[in-house]
Nanobody
Framework: QVQLVESGGGLVQPGGSLRLSCAASGSIRSIGVMGWYRQAPGKQRELGATITAGGSTDYADSVKGRFTISRDNAKNTVYLEMNSLNTDDTAVYYC?????????????WGQGTQVTVSS
């Protein structure tokens, strides 16, 4: 079995910063693209940022220039550095990864971590 465990969410004031982490564990042969998605109350889940195994990144326009995604392949971990946070960033943040067991790739999701931006 594969698990994605997120950490780092919490309450932060507007203009503040947070760093999210997501560690993959279990029966892992290799990890392809990893990413962060978010879902605000009453809204659909949306892409935040993705990063390939080779380090190529992609960002939603709403977070570009403020968020930075990175990964440590040796630790099977992906990070999201979030700066200049505003109230629109309030959401549950979910980690995603495409992980191979040596035969095929499957999609995996973390349990979600709450980020609340409020004064």
């Amino acid at each position: 079995q594969v698990q994605l465990v997120e950490s780092g969410g919490g309450l932060v004031q507007p203009g503040g910063s947070l760093r999210l982490s997501c560690a993959a564990s279990g029966s892992i042969r290799s990890i392809g693209v990893m990413g962060w998605y978010r879902q605000a109350p009453g809204k659909q889940r949306e892409l935040g940022a993705t990063i390939t195994a080779g380090g190529s990144t992609d960002y939603a326009d709403s977070v570009k220039g403020r968020f930075t995604i990175s990964r440590d392949n040796a630790k099977n971990t992906v990070y999201l550095e979030m700066n200049s946070l505003n109230t629109d960033d309030t959401a549950v943040y979910y980690c995603h990864a495409r992980i191979s067991n040596g035969i095929y790739y499957s999609n995996y999701w973390g349990q979600g971590t709450q980020v609340t931006v409020s004064s």
